[in-house]
């Protein structure tokens, strides 16, 4: 599970299905990126961290790795 965006999610006050389909995304897929089934290409990374008023580095940890690698 990713921690950091599970938390960042719980703190926008929005239930996960609110923000997927701020994403429109389906429900299931966020749902599969939280908890790390799924693996999210950068460009949707990009979009929950903006949804979310956040750095993708900030909630998507392997992101920096990969910037700085």
Same mark, same amino acid.
């Given at each position: 599970? &990713?921690? !950091?965006? !599970?938390? *960042? $999610?719980?703190?926008?006050g929005k239930p996960q299905i609110a923000i997927a389909r701020e994403l429109e995304i389906p429900e299931? =897929?966020?749902? !599969?990126?939280? &908890?790390?089934?799924?693996?999210? *290409?950068? #460009?949707? !990374? &990009?979009? $929950?961290?903006?949804? =979310?008023?956040?750095?993708? #580095?900030? $909630?998507?940890?392997?992101? #920096?790795?990969?910037? &700085?690698?």
């Open positions: 599970m &990713n921690i !950091k965006l !599970k938390t *960042k $999610i719980l703190e926008s299931p =897929l966020l749902s !599969k990126v939280v &908890n790390g089934w799924v693996e999210a *290409k950068p #460009e949707l !990374k &990009n979009r $929950i961290a903006q949804a =979310l008023r956040c750095k993708a #580095e900030e $909630i998507f940890p392997q992101m #920096e790795r990969a910037s &700085n690698g």
